[in-house]
């Protein structure tokens, strides 16, 4: 049974003095414009000031979210987006604790005892087959569609080291849910598809994932939607 879709918003106040665009300058702005991201749910590594790969990966979150350009960095329409916010983020489920892959957004949505509580950057799969040399065996080819098929399923399988080196590549920390198909940290995150088929976070959000259990084993995982073209 797929999840419904009748999960109320949580309510946020605009901000009284609103984000300037920064661009993707470090600073006491950069300061406030994390503590925003935070409250709306767009989850930052640290309000340090610093605008770093976090922080990016946010404020492309939020673009996507927003239907914005996702550039990472913060200009006069993001800002106002971010300042003139009244509610947070939400999935599309609204019970039960799950991972929510929205392909068409390109946006992982953690959801727990039915709230929205954070939204991650994430690239699914580019949907063009591929055929290459195994990582591990160079005599095997790979073939494949690189597809994050939709559907309802559930964590059953992981490897808490970090880099790994699967058969089309290095996959750091992953959480697999459907065959070989896993949640996993990439030095790669762009504003795109661009995947074999898995679903890309940055090395830090995965760490956070795995320090916060936000997707233990059995955990399920909601997949929905279409890649933008």
């Known amino acids: 049974m797929l999840p419904t879709f009748e999960q109320e918003p949580a309510v946020v106040s605009a901000m009284t003095k609103p984000l300037s665009a920064v661009g993707r300058e470090d600073g006491e702005e950069t300061i406030r414009l994390q503590e925003r991201l935070l409250e709306l749910g767009f989850w930052v590594q640290s309000t340090d000031g610093i605008f770093g790969l976090t922080t990016r990966q946010a404020v492309m979150a939020a673009q996507k979210y927003f239907g914005l ?10 800002a106002e987006a971010l300042s003139t916010a009244t509610t947070r ?17 390109q946006l992982g949505f953690f959801v727990i005892d039915g709230v929205t509580e954070w939204v991650l950057n994430v690239s699914t799969g580019s949907e063009i087959p591929y055929s290459e040399p195994n990582q591990n065996d160079p005599e095997k080819i790979e073939e494949g569609d690189s597809i994050t098929d939709p559907g309802l399923f559930k964590v059953d399988r992981e490897r808490a080291e970090g880099w790994w080196d699967g058969d089309l590549g290095s996959i750091y920390r992953p959480k697999y849910f459907n ?9 790669s995150i762009p504003n795109y598809p661009a ?26 995982v909601w ?7």
């Open 69 to 78: 350009p996702a550039t990472s960095s913060v200009d006069e329409a993001t």
């Open 179 to 187: 065959g070989g198909i896993a949640v996993h940290g990439s030095g």
């Open 89 to 105: 983020p939400l999935a599309r489920s609204d019970r039960g604790t799950l991972v929510e892959i929205d392909k068409s957004l």
């Open 195 to 220: 995947s074999h088929g898995c679903v890309r976070v940055s090395t830090r959000a995965m760490d956070w994932i795995w320090e916060e259990e936000l997707m233990p084993m059995g955990t399920p």
């Open 223 to 229: 997949v929905h939607g279409s890649i933008p073209r």
